[in-house]
């Protein structure tokens, strides 16, 4: 069976949903193709997370935007998201970190971001019960939050549905066909064969092979990170709290059912897709949690689960055109892409359907120089 659009989207996380409906919004007929189920990848796995506390010029415009859709995108879908925003807190120990905060803070304010630098004491009537022992401070801004990333990405994909696209999950792309150096259609694993002038790559941490498919190279690699969900505790602090110590830990509350989500960034990495989970990560969690706030200390661990980060050679995420003429790239997010994904999805949802995106998408492009690494990951 053969069929048309005007774009496919190979993805059903959030960049691929986002981007399908704001294509949709933009009057093009959108199939999105997703090979298992949509958040089965990513995004299903990210603990929710929104902050514009970067250093890079474009991550810092790119997650105003985001935010900016965020705390309308409920009424935009419809049905709740979740949003919240209820800060992101950066702890400082030692004053070379400090140093560090400060030299953000001053790049971030030129951006017009509510963030500073707060003392200790300030640290701990934001977090009550934050042990306070050789804290410097704290990079604060309230403005971060967080959402469900389930309920945004299925509330874009409901609406990609209701404004005439098609969703179609555990259908595989095992070909991408290209005549003189254009994009012509894919091929899935039902034998289908979808014509349109535009493919987005919207696969994750599996950009790279479908890249391969049109002979474009895409440097995304995986490394597995774990995270956990304690039970429902009675409310204590609102921000995400993030040390970032060698040995740190970032976690925060949900607003809604009062558990707390959280993880770490593992120290050597561990590259690859294998999602298993580890007596490390279950038993050093945990202690670096109470060692923040004591009081966590007889609070249960209900589970523990593994998902893959998308890296780009230098943190920053991979967006735009490519060599083959209509294939687009969306990718790379470096453990980001669930806040970028609004911002981004539109982007380029523009990009494509004009030429133009209303924020200009040079830094991200496929073909940048990957030697300036983001200094605030």
């Not at 971060?144 to 309920?151: I, L, Y």
């Not at 404004?163 to 289908?192: A, C, F, M, P």
């Amino acid at each position: 069976m053969s069929k048309t659009a005007d774009t496919v989207v190979i993805g059903g996380g959030i960049i691929g949903a986002a981007t399908g409906y704001y294509l949709a919004k933009m009057g093009h007929k959108v199939v999105l193709l997703e090979r298992d189920f949509p958040c089965s990848g990513s995004t299903g796995r990210c603990i929710g997370g929104i902050r514009a506390q970067f250093t890079h010029d474009l991550s810092i415009r790119v997650m105003l935007e985001s935010i900016r859709i965020f705390s309308k995108l409920g009424d935009e879908l419809g049905q709740s998201v979740e949003w919240h925003q209820g800060g992101y807190l950066f702890l400082a120990f030692d004053l070379e970190r400090k140093k560090a905060f400060l030299d953000a803070i001053r790049i971030q304010q030129g951006y017009g971001l509510n963030v500073e630098f707060i003392s200790a004491d300030k640290c701990g009537q934001i977090v009550p019960g934050l042990d306070q022992e050789g804290l410097v401070g704290g990079a604060y801004c309230p403005t971060d939050g967080q959402a469900d990333p389930f309920k945004v990405t299925y509330g874009y994909l409901a609406g990609i549905k209701r404004l005439g696209g098609e969703v179609l999950v555990r259908t595989e792309v095992k070909q991408v066909r290209v005549r003189r150096g254009r994009v012509v259609s894919v091929v899935t694993d039902k034998g289908d064969e979808i014509f349109a002038p535009n493919i987005l790559n919207a696969a994750g941490c599996w950009a790279d092979d479908v890249g391969k498919m049109v002979g474009v190279e895409i440097p995304v690699k995986a490394d597995r990170h774990e995270s956990l969900v304690t039970e429902s505790v009675e409310r204590l602090f609102d921000p995400m709290l993030v040390d970032y110590r060698s040995d740190g830990c970032y976690f925060v509350q949900h607003i809604g059912t009062g558990h707390f989500i959280g993880c770490y960034t593992p120290v050597p990495l561990v590259p690859g897709l294998q999602i298993d989970s580890s007596d490390e990560f279950i038993t050093e969690m945990p202690r670096r949690m109470v060692r923040l706030v004591p009081k966590l200390g007889g609070v249960k661990v209900l589970r523990q689960w593994a998902g893959s980060y998308g890296m780009s050679p230098d943190g920053s995420p991979l967006c735009g055109k490519t060599p083959v003429d209509g294939f687009y790239v969306a990718s790379g997010m470096s453990g980001h892409g669930f806040m970028f994904g609004p911002a981004i999805g539109k982007l380029m949802a523009e990009l494509i359907v004009s030429g133009e995106p209303s924020l200009p998408l040079d830094q991200f492009a496929l073909d940048r120089d990957f030697s300036k690494a983001e200094a605030m990951k």
